[in-house]
């Protein structure tokens, strides 16, 4: 079941993702070579303890399994659902960092891969091409579209570049749960699927692979990998569906000041919406 949200729950969810962002930048000043995810990890907690909010993975239960941390990291061939450890990061791999929060019940989610150091071509033509499908998926999510359209978006941009796109995983729908209907494939048929209405709170997230689309489960119970080991990028905003542009709740401002790249939240959706047109 879908739950619309009125703009004073989008104002809840405003705030929310408001901090994951914030989180997401604290965790951005930190990546370097050397740095642990463990040590990124105990930085992601203590600013959102701090900002009056909770972590929402630390704890999460799958059946018997409990994730033990507030980010997960996942390194080179780890899609999601990596636990943070005592591994040093080293130059040339790339993190995917995905946050999650709670504050004053309403959740919020956001996820962004970094370069560690320099990375090759041909990683960072993997992170350009899966942040743009997000944006391109983003940019079908007006009311009157279908979820098929969000799916097709992202799908197309990655496979026509011989990218793997995950299936296995999905996005979801966000609220006062983490995960909410309805699932948020990054694949699909054009003009199917669930109709969006404004108010539809979710979060995108293309997980996209630079070969197979295939991914295994490891034995800790959550680290996913790609099945031929080459590696995955992951980028995740919670978006509000509106008439003639979604609303991005989350924000990689923060991320893109502390990394002093060049800002790809410059490029206006709209842009994604007339690059997809043609
Ligand atoms: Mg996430
Ligand atoms: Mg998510």
Same mark, same amino acid.
């Given at each position: 079941m879908?739950?619309?949200?009125?703009?004073?729950?989008i104002?809840?969810?405003? &705030?929310?993702?408001?901090?994951?962002?914030?989180?997401l930048?604290?965790? &951005?000043?930190h990546?370097?070579?050397?740095?642990?995810t463990r040590e990124?990890?105990?930085?992601?907690?203590?600013?959102?303890r701090d900002n009056?909010?909770? $972590?929402a993975?630390?704890?999460y239960?799958?059946?018997?399994?409990?994730? $033990?941390?507030?980010?997960?990291?996942?390194?080179?061939?780890?899609?999601?659902h990596?636990?943070?450890?005592?591994? $040093?990061?080293?130059?040339?791999?790339?993190l995917?960092?995905?946050?999650g929060v709670?504050?004053?019940g309403?959740?919020?989610?956001?996820?962004?891969?970094?370069?560690?150091?320099?990375?090759?071509d041909?990683t960072?033509?993997?992170?350009?091409?899966?942040y743009?499908?997000?944006m391109l998926g983003?940019?079908?999510?007006?009311?009157?579209?279908?979820?098929g359209?969000?799916?097709a978006?992202?799908?197309?941009?990655?496979?026509?570049?011989?990218y793997?796109?995950?299936k296995?995983?999905?996005?979801?729908g966000?609220?006062?749960?983490?995960?909410?209907?309805p699932?948020?494939?990054?694949f699909?048929?054009?003009?199917?699927?669930?109709k969006?209405?404004s108010?539809l709170?979710?979060?995108?997230?293309?997980?996209?692979?630079?070969?197979?689309?295939?991914?295994?489960?490891e034995?800790?119970?959550?680290?996913?990998?790609?099945s031929?080991?080459? $590696?995955?990028a992951?980028?995740?905003h919670?978006i509000?569906?509106?008439?003639?542009?979604?609303?991005?709740l989350?924000?990689?401002?923060?991320?893109e000041?502390?990394?002093?790249?060049?800002?790809y939240?410059?490029?206006?959706?709209a842009?994604?919406?007339q690059?997809e047109?043609?």
């Amino acid at each position: 079941m879908v739950h619309l949200k009125s703009e004073r729950d989008i104002e809840q969810l405003r &705030a929310s993702a408001d901090l994951v962002g914030r989180t997401l930048g604290v965790v &951005a000043a930190h990546v370097a070579p050397g740095v642990t995810t463990r040590e990124l990890d105990r930085l992601a907690e203590e600013f959102i303890r701090d900002n009056g909010a909770q $972590p929402a993975f630390k704890g999460y239960r799958v059946g018997s399994l409990v994730f $033990p941390a507030t980010l997960c990291t996942s390194v080179n061939d780890q899609v999601v659902h990596g636990i943070p450890n005592d591994v $040093p990061l080293e130059e040339g791999d790339i993190l995917s960092a995905d946050c999650g929060v709670v504050l004053d019940g309403w959740y919020g989610d956001s996820a962004y891969t970094f370069a560690v150091g320099s990375v090759s071509d041909e990683t960072r033509a993997l992170l350009t091409t899966t942040y743009e499908s997000l944006m391109l998926g983003i940019a079908q999510a007006t009311a009157g579209k279908r979820l098929g359209d969000i799916g097709a978006a992202v799908q197309a941009h990655c496979e026509a570049r011989g990218y793997g796109v995950v299936k296995d995983l999905v996005g979801h729908g966000i609220g006062r749960q983490l995960h909410e209907d309805p699932q948020v494939p990054n694949f699909g048929r054009p003009g199917s699927g669930r109709k969006l209405m404004s108010g539809l709170t979710m979060c995108i997230e293309p997980m996209i692979n630079r070969g197979t689309a295939s991914v295994r489960t490891e034995g800790d119970g959550w680290t996913v990998k790609t099945s031929d080991s080459l $590696p995955s990028a992951h980028y995740e905003h919670m978006i509000v569906v509106r008439p003639s542009e979604a609303e991005i709740l989350t924000t990689f401002r923060h991320i893109e000041e502390a990394l002093d790249v060049l800002p790809y939240e410059q490029t206006p959706i709209a842009a994604y919406g007339q690059a997809e047109a043609h």
